[in-house]
């Protein structure tokens, strides 16, 4: 059974920081990815990693701002994000994928979460 859980999501002031965790289990993943969906708008990418190697990948609206890492021995990826605005508030999915070959920013990867809500007040 695969399982991707994620945890960390809250209310926050403008300015503040989340750090998100999502657990894996179930299989090995070649690569890991945080997407975000707000009220009315579509699933977007916000960031990805390789889960061996530094190959990461970060959508414009969070470079600079949001990092993503990956604690191997725990099978866990996280988001720390810093500097929130309320633009990035929304659900954020963990996503994983088996596939080596995979494009990290693609919007195709085999499994996902059940979210974790970000909400930023401003």
């Known amino acids: 059974q695969v399982q991707l859980v994620e945890s960390g999501g809250g209310l926050v002031q403008a300015g503040a920081s989340l750090r998100l965790s999502c657990a894996a289990s179930?299989?090995?993943?070649?690569?890991m990815a945080w997407f975000r969906q707000a009220p009315g708008n579509e699933r977007e990418f916000v960031a990805a990693?390789?889960?061996?190697?530094?190959?990461?990948s970060y959508a414009d609206s969070v470079k600079g701002r949001f990092t993503i890492s990956r604690e191997n021995a725990k099978n866990t990826v996280n988001l720390q994000m810093n500097s929130l605005k309320p633009e990035d508030t929304a659900v954020y999915y963990c996503?994983?994928?088996?596939?080596?070959?995979?494009?990290?920013?693609?919007?195709?990867?085999?499994?996902w979460g059940r979210g974790t809500q970000v909400t930023v007040s401003s």
């Open positions: 990693i390789r889960w061996s190697g530094d190959m990461t």
């Open positions: 179930g299989r090995t993943f070649y690569a």
């Open positions: 996503a994983a994928d088996g596939r080596a070959y995979l494009t990290l920013g693609r919007n195709n990867y085999a499994y």
